[in-house]
């Protein structure tokens, strides 16, 4: 496996080692060795998440606040999706900063994100199968997120904003410069 950091410390993208022959291909989705030796931190995640979008699609940005904060490793199995994190680290010299990676079912790019950021991805296929882990149990109570098109953000989506589905929660995130990071 071939892992590389990203601009935002903490961050990081997996390009598994992929096995193909006559009858497909195999690879290992995870390995928690080789995961923690190449990232440096010990990790336990406790939770698989799987979501089916169609195109057009924006889920985010989103994050569950402490004592529940996520770090996340995420993949998509079927199509592309763009996928964006965000450093809310107040101490990070990146606090506000984004990475966006292609996620697809052909590159087989996964991306971990520690806890203190927050995600989102858009969908650029028909549809996109996403799957991904977490490191701390969904607590609704604890989920939040910034709106996606937040001006301070300024994330490029790659996409028209008038063909984007969101749900109505998304539709009415906070605004980065309302948000007091809690991490
Ligand atoms: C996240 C989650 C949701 N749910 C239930 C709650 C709702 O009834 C339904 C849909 O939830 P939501 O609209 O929050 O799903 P997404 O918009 O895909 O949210 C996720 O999308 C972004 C990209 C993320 O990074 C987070 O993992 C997560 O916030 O699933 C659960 O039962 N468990 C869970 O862990």
Redesign the pocket.
Known sequence: MTVKETALKGCFTIQPNVFEDKRGYFFESFNQGKFEEHIGIKIDFV?D?E?KSQKGVL??L?FQIPPYAQA?LVRVVQGEVLDVAVDLRKDSPTFGKHQSVLLTAKNKTQFFMPRGFA???LVLSDTAIFSYK?DNV?APDH?TGIIWNDKDLNIDWQFEKEKLIL?E??KNLQSFKNFKSPF
Do not use: E, L, T, V
């Open positions: 939770q998440n979501s889920r985010g989103h996340k995600h989102g991805f977490i969904y989920d749900s929660k998304d």
